[in-house]
């Protein structure tokens, strides 16, 4: 009983995990830039992909793909914002949400041209596979190792967020950008930097997911509902509130599934509509 | 606008709108091997029109209308199975039953800013897919509701193959709501639905109940999505829960944006535009299709929104926009 | 003037001049098929597998040429489905009606082949209820329950007392679970738990861990083959080692298709499916069909169940031209399909003249590897079983 509720918990926290990871970006883009960026998933896509292909053709080990897939993905991002995202800051978010879809498909038929619109498949290290068992609870490596990346690369970005003069410029654009100008901060370049990182981790969240979440061309719209989902409840000024309501989605997903199977799909969409209507300013907000 | 200037007037349908519905009348000897194509596109004209209500005139976003599509298809479709086939009650009930949702569903809508807006709507939609799905002994899944018959209509027309009954019912039902909503759109209603699109707070600081008027549009709206989708269902004979998919409501929103917000017309040409398009087009190669989707719905959104009626409008009034940009600095 | 546009005019200018072109004209095939979006391969397969039968056989039918007119649904899309296949019969006046990958779309279509009198041949779409929805339809590939009530018998009888259910929450998951349940059931077996997994559903852990914590012999599966479901099952299976639990994994032969059998690597190794067809079947007929095969859709490509319904779809149109005489009339058509054998790539087939569905041999397939790669191997079988519950 007891150690099905910590299983449930564990792999809960996992899939929400590699939501936030995913996700942060968005919620970093909307909140900065005020920019909604529905092709978010497609960086995801974009790790998950060069992930595959750098395994399968180039014989990069897995540990050695993740930082690629999460670099490459960062420098398209930062493509996109000098070519196409700067011009859409001040215009409103249907036209943003229009443009961002456009994108969105114009990279799944490129995907679907490119790879064919199967499943990929990956071969995970032997390291990473199987099962550990921690005090009688089975649990799985790669969810481990999951957890604890996300783990690390949650303090790593509180820590550049609050200790360092990028996150102070960072928090003082997301409170007020025309002051922070005025106040000799380069908000442009801020923009750059903060939507470059938020598409590297949305990179390499795909490409960890492609073991849990499959990765096929259509990943950015089967997904694009639960990162915003994980926006929309988390708020978009602070980093914690993405983190909580994307680790509490997966919790609430998983234990859903697995107590109420019957219920199975409805539990995330219900739980996000109560949320939403508690608290549309969502879950943690700096006033 | 004071009351001694007397109730305002709705201008008469200029005689080129009145060509076009007499065109569409006459699609029965322009088109005739192709009723059953171009009563879909009215079926999605309807559709988008009714977007266009809460999108391009209010200002909600939303990606969960087909909810409401979905429910008038159920509806009719519902009531046709367990021998109620006439058409036009099953129609009016239809409307009711999506009106009523979206009356319930308005309250949550109209709380919080765009991304809440469309969460909820985007969430309500999905929702309403999987609890179809649950209940498919009722729904029938996927694979849909058997037996559905429709009497024929106003007891004379039979439903045939060739479409020719369909595409009359379709185009005289797009017609009248179209001049319903025109009627609208024209009153002072419509126009404080403008103004709390562009600015909700100054409306509510003029003193207009925002909340409750943006309720009332929606719920307006969704009577009308699910008239279309009892279209669908009484034209088809078959309903399946794709009607409630979330493409469908992705789709919609393309086919207003590609027709232009906030325009009359705009859902029944970007309606027409988009299933033609897709139609033709992907018979070609359907993957090329959805690219050059992605590319132009980009194009549109840099070259300025309207869409193909938006252009036709800059092409024809270039001065008067170039005045009014210079207006709209901050 | 688009390619369409000209083909229509030039479709309607022939079928004006019918009466007096009469022999030179082409005998038309309306396929309704998924062939684009995340469902394309079920169409494909399915085209394939047609194409492949008319470049073995030769385009020539009683004296007249074969046409293919194929539509895309772009995925389980009814109202279209029903649009494509009114304007196949009025604008193109098609002979026959073909392809329908799923369910819902055949659903659709079928009042028209009534209203129409137009032989429908369902080459895929699995649910029951299909061949009960118009006296014009004949299936040439398999009901669900059908390939699912052996595996039931097949586990009783080889000691597996316990079974949990997992399917996909949908019509013909819904219909492999009730046969599963009752068969098994009735044959004395115990069904410890099931679970209807949602249609759209990426994460496999939680479904995966309560089957593990029931402990079950073994666990039945079925997964639609088109889609991500099964490879994500696969995974999660051998990820939370149910294998090494002592679990045995039985599924319909969906699980293991084909068509995806090859990516899913080692983990399919030994696991149990029932269906009618696997490309590793001994026969001369399913050479032939292989060989054909590869020259339409290129080598190192393999068929799977979809592409042996095109094949044998097209078998039995030919059939029926062929015993008209090249004059095709709806009634008499349904005469001849009513009974008909084919010999099929899978084996023996019979059309079965009461309900329009296949009567096959259902094998009892393990993933094995032959020659390097994994395929299902075929080591027991169920002859002339029909769709129960019919």
Redesign the interface.
């Known amino acids: 009983m007891i150690a099905s509720l910590l299983g449930v918990l564990f792999d809960g926290l996992a899939y929400g995990m590699l939501l936030f990871l995913v996700g942060v970006g968005l919620s970093v883009t909307l909140g900065l830039m005020n920019f909604v960026n529905l092709a978010h998933g497609a960086f995801g896509m974009l790790g998950g992909y060069l992930c595959v292909l750098a395994m399968a053709r180039w014989n990069i080990p897995f540990l050695a793909a993740l930082p690629l897939a999460f670099v490459v993905s960062a420098l398209v991002g930062l493509l996109f914002e000098r070519l196409l995202f700067r011009r859409l800051y001040r215009r409103s978010h249907l036209d943003q949400v229009l443009l961002t879809i456009g994108l969105t498909f114009m990279a799944i038929a490129a995907a679907t041209f490119a790879f064919g619109p199967q499943q990929q498949a990956m071969q995970l290290p032997e390291y990473l596979s199987g099962q550990l068992n921690v005090v009688g609870v089975d649990l799985n490596i790669y969810r481990v190792f999951l957890l604890a990346l996300g783990a690390v690369l949650v303090v790593a970005l509180t820590l550049v967020v609050e200790r360092t003069r990028f996150g102070a410029a960072v928090r003082a654009a997301v409170d007020n950008a025309r002051v922070a100008e005025a106040l000799g901060i380069r908000v442009g370049l801020v923009f750059q930097i903060a939507l470059a990182a938020g598409c590297g981790l949305a990179g390499l969240g795909g490409a960890l997911g492609v073991e849990v979440l499959g990765l096929d061309p259509l990943f950015p719209l089967k997904y694009m509902v639960y990162f915003l989902l994980v926006v929309a409840v988390g708020g978009t000024t602070t980093l914690k509130g993405p983190l909580y309501a994307a680790l509490l989605l997966g919790v609430a997903d998983v234990a859903g599934k697995y107590y109420i199977p019957q219920a199975g799909a409805f539990i995330i969409y219900a739980v996000m509509v109560i949320l939403l209507i508690v608290r549309p300013q969502g879950l943690v907000s700096r006033s | 606008m004071s009351a001694a200037l007397g109730a305002p007037r709705i201008p008469r349908l200029p005689w080129r709108e009145i060509v076009f519905w007499v065109v569409l009348a006459t699609g029965f000897w322009l088109w005739p091997k192709h009723l059953a194509l171009a009563s879909q596109v009215l079926i999605a004209g309807l559709f988008t029109l009714s977007y266009d209500l809460i999108l391009g005139y209010s200002g909600i976003l939303s990606l969960g209308h087909a909810a409401y599509f979905g429910l008038g298809a159920y509806a009719a479709g519902l009531l046709a199975q367990r021998g109620w086939g006439e058409p036009l009650s099953g129609l009016l009930a239809a409307g009711a039953c999506a009106g009523f949702a979206g009356f319930l569903t308005g309250f949550l809508v109209v709380r919080g800013q765009d991304l809440t807006r469309l969460m909820v709507t985007t969430a309500i939609g999905l929702l309403l897919f999987e609890l179809a799905n649950k209940l498919s002994s009722v729904t029938g899944g996927v694979d849909g509701l058997l037996g559905i018959e429709m009497k024929p209509l106003l007891g004379v027309f039979r439903f045939d193959i060739y479409g020719r009954t369909a595409y009359g019912y379709c185009l005289a039902v797009t017609f009248l709501l179209f001049l319903g909503v025109r009627r609208i759109v024209h009153s002072p209603f419509g126009w404080s639905l403008r103004g709390m699109r562009d600015n909700p707070g100054r409306m509510l600081a003029l003193g207009y109940p925002v909340s409750r008027r943006l309720i009332a549009v929606y719920t307006l709206a969704a009577a009308i999505a699910g008239i279309s989708g009892a279209l669908l269902a009484q034209t088809t004979q078959f309903v399946s829960i794709d009607v409630f998919s979330f493409g469908r409501s992705a789709d919609v929103m393309v086919m207003l944006i590609v027709g232009g917000a906030g325009v009359l017309y705009g859902g029944l040409v970007g309606a027409a535009v988009f299933t033609l398009a897709y139609h033709y087009l992907s018979a070609l190669n359907p993957v090329y299709w959805q690219f050059w989707l992605g590319a132009f719905l980009i194009a549109i959104v840099l070259m300025g929104r309207g869409g193909v009626l938006g252009a036709w409008t800059r092409v024809v009034n270039t001065l008067r926009e170039w005045r009014g940009e210079a207006a709209a600095q901050p | 003037m688009?390619n369409?546009s000209f083909g229509?005019l030039l479709l309607?200018a022939t079928s004006l001049a019918t009466p007096i072109a009469g022999a030179q004209e082409p005998i038309k095939v309306g396929m309704i098929l998924e062939?684009?979006?995340?469902f394309?391969?079920l169409g494909r397969q399915i085209l394939a597998g047609a194409q492949a039968y008319i470049k073995a056989h030769g385009e020539t039918v009683a004296g007249r040429k074969i046409e293919l007119i194929v539509r895309?649904t772009?995925g389980?899309?009814?109202?279209v489905a029903?649009?494509l296949a009114?304007?196949l019969?009025?604008?193109d006046n098609v002979d026959f009606l073909s392809g329908f990958g799923?369910?819902?779309n055949a659903?659709?279509v079928a009042?028209?082949a009534t209203?129409?009198r137009k032989p429908m041949i369902i080459m895929n779409a699995a649910?029951s209820?299909i061949t009960t929805?118009s006296p014009y339809i004949a299936r040439v590939s398999m009901t669900l329950p059908q390939v699912t009530a052996p595996l039931a018998t097949w586990a009783i009888k080889n000691g597996i007392k316990s079974v949990y259910t997992l399917v996909s929450?949908?019509?013909p998951g819904?219909d492999a679970e009730t046969t599963f349940k009752k068969t098994f059931t009735e044959a004395g077996g115990k069904i410890v738990g099931s679970?209807?997994?949602?249609?759209?559903?990426?994460?496999f852990?939680?479904?995966l861990?309560?089957i593990?914590?029931a402990h079950p012999q073994a666990v039945f599966i079925f997964l639609p083959a088109s889609g991500?479901q099964p490879?994500?099952f696969m995974?999660g299976f051998?990820?939370?080692?149910l294998n090494k639990a002592g679990i045995r994994l039985i599924a319909t032969g969906d699980l293991t298709d084909d068509g995806?059998l090859e990516?899913?690597?080692d983990t399919p190794l030994g696991v149990v499916t029932t269906h009618h067809y696997s490309a590793a079947h001994e026969s001369a007929q399913n050479r032939a069909f292989l060989k054909a095969y590869a020259e339409i859709a290129g080598p190192g490509t393999r068929p799977n169940f979809m592409a042996v319904g095109g094949w044998d779809g097209m078998a039995a149109i030919y059939e029926v031209i062929r015993k008209l005489n090249g004059q095709i009339d709806g009634d008499k058509a349904m005469e001849v399909l009513k009974g008909l054998r084919l010999d099929s790539p899978r084996g023996p087939l019979v059309i079965d003249p009461e309900t329009r569905d296949p009567i096959q041999t259902v094998y009892v397939r393990r993933v094995q590897k032959v020659n390097g790669k994994p395929y299902n191997v075929e080591f027991e079988q169920i002859p002339d079983v029909k769709d129960p519950g019919k």
């Open positions: 688009s369409r229509t309607i062939m684009s979006g995340p394309a391969d895309d772009t389980p899309s009814p109202d029903k649009r009114q304007e019969i009025t604008n799923f369910t819902p659903l659709a009042p028209l209203e129409a649910t209820v929805r929450d949908f019509g819904i679970v209807r997994v949602p249609l759209r559903n990426p994460e852990a939680p479904f861990q309560r593990k914590d991500e490879l994500a995974k051998a990820e939370r080692e995806v990516a899913m690597g």
